[in-house]
């Protein structure tokens, strides 16, 4: 036994064994992390999709199609259901096609209702020079679930984009 403790053939072998135990412990915290980035990028794909549609589409956006549009281009991984909030002025006002109500977007992103679309919006934190418009916001997220790193090591695990859009 004596013999064995001192024999130092292999010792290479084994280092190399725990060396590559590790990194690959280490690449598939890597591949998590870079996966949760893929994923976001995927659903602001979705999201940005949708914006450029309805603002392609602004004088009849579908609004009830949206969600669907967001779900469908963001290829989210199976299982996971995409949560889209669609909301115009920030929710000061449904979303319509017609007879809107405008709004002015301030400084600190929060809407205040304006008099009419295209008048100069006043006050102390609205940018200089701008005029309300009429804004479609789409806030889109799903859970994301990790499959080597713990929860919290990415924050709050969601997955979520937003977009805001003039229409008008």
Same mark, same amino acid.
């Given at each position: 036994?004596?013999h064995?403790?001192r024999d130092?053939? *292999? +010792?290479?072998?084994i280092?190399?064994?725990?060396l590559?135990?590790?990194?690959?412990?280490?690449?598939?915290?890597?591949?998590?992390?870079g996966m949760?980035f893929?994923?976001r990028?995927?659903?602001?794909g979705?999201?940005?999709?949708?914006?450029?549609h309805?603002?392609?589409?602004?004088?009849?956006v579908?609004?009830?199609?949206?969600?669907?549009?967001?779900?469908?281009? &963001?290829?989210?991984? *199976? *299982?996971s259901?995409?949560?889209?909030?669609?909301?115009?002025?920030?929710?000061?006002t449904?979303?319509?096609?017609?007879?809107?109500?405008?709004a002015?977007?301030t400084?600190?992103?929060?809407?205040?209702?304006a008099? &009419?679309?295209?008048?100069?919006c006043?006050?102390g934190?609205?940018?200089?020079?701008?005029?309300?418009?009429?804004?479609?916001?789409i806030?889109? +997220?799903?859970?994301?679930t990790?499959?080597?790193?713990?929860?919290?090591?990415?924050? &709050?695990?969601?997955?979520q984009q937003?977009?805001?859009?003039?229409?008008?």
């Amino acid at each position: 036994m004596p013999h064995l403790l001192r024999d130092s053939r *292999g +010792s290479a072998t084994i280092e190399f064994a725990l060396l590559t135990c590790f990194f690959f412990a280490v690449m598939l915290g890597v591949l998590d992390f870079g996966m949760f980035f893929v994923q976001r990028s995927n659903l602001s794909g979705g999201v940005s999709t949708a914006s450029i549609h309805s603002f392609a589409n602004r004088d009849a956006v579908a609004f009830a199609n949206i969600p669907a549009m967001v779900t469908a281009a &963001s290829r989210a991984p *199976g *299982g996971s259901s995409v949560a889209v909030t669609v909301t115009c002025n920030a929710g000061t006002t449904s979303c319509a096609n017609t007879s809107r109500v405008c709004a002015c977007l301030t400084t600190t992103n929060t809407f205040v209702e304006a008099s &009419s679309c295209g008048a100069p919006c006043t006050g102390g934190n609205m940018t200089s020079g701008s005029t309300a418009g009429y804004y479609l916001t789409i806030a889109a +997220s799903y859970p994301y679930t990790p499959a080597v790193l713990p929860k919290g090591a990415l924050g &709050s695990a969601t997955v979520q984009q937003t977009a805001v859009v003039r229409l008008q």
